[in-house]
């Protein structure tokens, strides 16, 4: 069964950080873009970042209000994507999801994404 599994989370004060990982069961993600998306208590889940192989590159995409803080990486002989969260925010918190991006469209629209993580769940306090 294909499947994404998160791992990483927890719960930091403000200005700290956190490494997520997101590990494939297959390698194949390796050339599919993948997303990182969250999802704060009473909202929609929204776009942070994402990694897509271009030729033999592999290019990030951020939301604004993580540019300069998050880094999404990959390792592909791990088939694992990381996201790599410094200086958080207590707006950071959420959990966070990994996904698949297989149907062409918008890197920043979570309709595009059809395989998905559980989550993991990150807590900032101030």
């Known amino acids: 069964q294909v499947q994404l599994v998160e791992s990483g989370g927890g719960s930091v004060q403000a200005g700290g950080s956190l490494r997520l990982s997101c590990v494939a069961s297959?390698?194949?993600?390796?050339?599919?873009?993948m997303g990182w998306f969250r999802q704060a208590l009473g909202e929609e889940r929204a776009f942070v970042a994402a990694i897509s192989l271009i030729g033999d590159t592999d290019y990030a995409d951020y939301t604004d209000s993580v540019k300069g803080r998050f880094t999404i990486s990959r390792d592909s002989a791990e088939n694992t994507v990381y996201l790599q969260m410094d200086n958080l925010k207590p707006e950071d918190s959420a959990v966070y999801y990994c996904?698949?991006?297989?149907?062409?469209?918008?890197?920043?629209?979570?309709?595009?994404?059809?395989?998905w993580g559980q989550g993991t769940a990150v807590t900032v306090s101030s």
């Open positions: 297959e390698r194949a993600f390796n050339f599919l873009p």
């Open positions: 996904a698949a991006k297989n149907f062409p469209g918008a890197i920043e629209n979570a309709q595009y994404y059809s395989i």
